[in-house]
C-alpha cells in the first residue's frame, strides 16, 4: 500500500483565487460547476450558491479556499463528466476574453478555464480510497 496522501482533486491557480475572492465579496457565497459542453463549451461556471441546482448525480470535486473570513467555493461536475476525469486533477485558471453568459466573471473581462495534471498512479491509489460525494449524499 502507497503512503501518499491524496491530492485534492481540484485546486486553482492565484488569478483563479483572486477572481473567486472579489466575485464572493461582490455577490455573496459562490460554487462552481464544471460544464460538460453544451452552451459555454466545457468552461467551469461561477454561481451564486443556490442559483443552480445540483443533481443527484453531480460530484462535489472539492473546495476551494479563499482568505478569511470569506467561505470556500465548492466545485462540482456531472457525473458523467467525473467519469471522464477522474485521473485528473482539475485546475481553475483564468484568462482574458469574454467569459460565459451565465457565469458572474462575463463582465469582468475575463474568464474561468479549465486546466487539468494527470494523477500519478500513486495518487490515483490514494484517492480511490476515498471516493467523492455526489449530489444523492447531500440532499440534492
Not at 17 to 38: D, I, Y
Not at 62 to 72: F, R, T
Not at 89 to 106: K, T, Y
Request: glycine share 10%.
Amino acid at each position: 500500500m502507497s503512503d501518499i496522501t491524496a491530492p485534492e482533486r481540484v485546486t486553482a491557480t492565484e488569478d483563479g483565487r483572486a477572481l473567486l475572492t472579489k466575485l464572493t465579496e461582490l455577490h455573496g457565497p459562490l460554487m462552481m460547476h464544471q460544464s460538460g459542453g453544451c452552451c459555454d463549451g466545457s468552461a467551469p461556471m461561477c454561481y451564486p450558491v443556490g442559483d443552480y441546482r445540483i443533481g443527484q448525480r453531480d460530484v462535489l470535486v472539492g473546495e476551494l479556499e479563499l482568505p478569511d473570513p470569506l467561505p470556500s467555493v465548492r466545485v462540482w461536475i456531472s457525473g458523467e463528466q467525473f467519469t471522464v476525469w477522474k485521473h485528473t486533477q482539475l485546475i481553475i485558471d483564468v484568462v482574458p476574453g469574454r467569459g460565459a453568459g451565465f457565469s458572474l466573471e462575463a463582465p469582468e473581462g475575463v474568464r474561468f478555464l479549465s486546466r487539468a495534471r494527470v494523477f500519478t498512479d500513486d495518487e490515483q491509489t490514494a484517492l480511490a480510497a476515498s471516493p467523492p460525494q455526489t449530489g444523492a449524499d447531500l440532499g440534492a
